[in-house]
């Protein structure tokens, strides 16, 4: 159980440095989510292991990184977090491109839950919501792969 | 599920109304300082590779001239104390408060806000080095921004160029006042309410007027770059360029001013008659 957790936890390190990491300001229209498509990862593998509230903490940390309303991350993070709990059997047998499209729509539902507490908490939200759920559809395989190889090596 | 989404409304209403999430945010804070270094190390790699890159021959022109450079701002300096002596003397008959120097402390940039729509910069200090929402923060060639949000180590700055960021300025030139907002881009300031017959022009220097007691009063802010008079407008459309460098500054340095504070409120002791 805690092996588990000293894999999990840098693999959010790495996804948090990633979330931070200056970019030049046009790809930053498309960046994806790390942090959102880790907690994807990490449900859909071991869905006993991680779940609503690792997908809570993880948010109060993106929240402080990027120096939002405390929960607002949190909050459509758990809110992502159970519908791929809902969804990870069936999105487990998916094809790559089926899960990049899932992957689109949860990142999309996320940022949509974002900006509507956002919105409803400082009266004005941020309306990007297209771009970096393609930009993350568009780099799941390749991050998908890339955790999963790390679950693997870190396995046995 | 329902029990993660009430802790998270009641954490974002109680991060709106009440003071002592705060603490909250500063623990969690620890965990996070770590990733912003992280985040900032390439950038610091990419100016530790130009240093020592450097060639014999460049280090030594450069030390040249920032002798004289240094010759320069000295015989200026000797200047600077009999004038200031004698502004406050003069200042002294007007019956106006004496000017005080602003104590400051070098800060260094670390990080730059993912964030396309917004103009945040992370500093390399906070609560354990003083620094306090609030605070002032300057480069080498004018204003930058405030700090908005500090963590025991870091700290979050507002640039000026923010849409969300406005100061008091005056027209060094004939002290119109006016309010500079940020216009969302870092090279533009916009100047609001300003009547179409006032005596603006290009390339005046905007400096900070001190009003607001957020900035200490003095400072470079902006230059104007276009005065525009449309009929259909009410007010003229004014923009600035920012003195500061906010793309490029790589230290900072931290205002501590007894203007940026606002004062405490002093109770007067009842005289017994």
């Known amino acids: ?25 046009l790809i930053d229209y498309i960046r994806p989510e790390w942090v959102a498509m880790t907690v994807i990862f990490w449900v859909l593998m071991s869905p006993t292991k991680a779940g609503i509230f690792l997908a809570l903490c993880m ?32 999105m487990r047998l998916y094809n790559p491109l089926q899960q990049s499209f899932l ?19 400082i009266g004005q939200g941020k309306t990007a919501l297209l771009w970096p759920s393609v930009g993350s559809a568009l780099i799941w395989p390749l991050w998908y792969n890339l955790l999963l190889a790390v679950r693997q090596y870190f396995r046995d | 599920m329902l ?45 530790w590779a130009e240093k020592s890159a450097v060639s014999r021959s460049s280090l030594q022109e450069e030390n040249d001239r920032l002798r004289n450079e240094s010759l320069v701002l000295k015989q200026k300096v000797q200047q ?23 104590k400051v402390q070098v800060a260094e940039l670390i990080g730059v806000d993912p964030d396309p729509y917004t103009h945040h910069i992370i500093i390399n200090k906070g609560e354990k080095h003083g620094v306090f929402v609030g605070q002032p923060i300057l480069d080498a060639q004018g204003l930058m921004g405030q700090v908005i949000e500090v963590l025991p180590y870091t700290s979050r700055v507002l640039l000026l160029a923010d849409s969300n960021h406005a100061i008091p300025v005056l027209v060094n030139r004939n002290g119109i006042r006016a309010i500079a907002v940020g216009a969302g881009r870092l090279d533009e300031l916009a100047l609001i309410y300003v ?36 009929p259909g407008e009410p007010f003229a459309i004014v923009s600035a360029k920012p003195s500061a460098q906010l793309d490029r500054s790589r230290y900072v340095l931290l205002v501590f001013s007894k203007g940026s504070q606002l004062p405490e409120p002093q109770m007067q002791p009842e005289v017994q008659p």
């Open chain 1, 59 to 90: 948010g109060l940390l993106l929240d402080v990184l990027h120096g939002a309303v405390l929960g607002l991350n949190a909050l459509a993070l758990s809110i992502m977090a159970y519908l791929v709990l809902l969804l990870h059997s069936r």
């Open chain 2, 195 to 230: 009547p179409d017959t006032a005596d603006i022009k290009e390339g005046d220097l905007l400096v900070s007027s001190g009003l607001g007691s957020r900035y200490p009063r003095g400072y470079p802010v902006g230059t104007i770059t276009k005065v525009e008079h449309d």
């Open chain 1, 1 to 25: 159980m805690i092996r588990a957790y000293a894999v999990i936890l840098p693999t959010f390190f790495f996804a948090l440095v990633l979330a931070a990491f200056p970019m030049p300001r």
């Open chain 2, 80 to 102: 600077m104390v009999s004038l200031r002596a004698e502004n406050n003397r003069l200042r002294e008959l007007l019956n106006a408060s004496e000017l005080l120097d602003d």
């Open chain 1, 103 to 121: 992957v689109f729509i949860l990142i999309g539902l996320f940022l949509l839950v974002r900006f509507w507490s956002e919105s409803i908490v």
């Open chain 2, 3 to 47: 029990v993660a989404a009430l802790i998270c409304v009641a954490l974002m209403s109680a991060d709106k109304y009440l003071e002592p999430v705060q603490h909250v945010r500063s623990l969690l804070g620890y965990l996070i300082t770590p990733v912003q270094w992280v985040s900032g190390i390439p950038g610091q790699l990419g100016v």
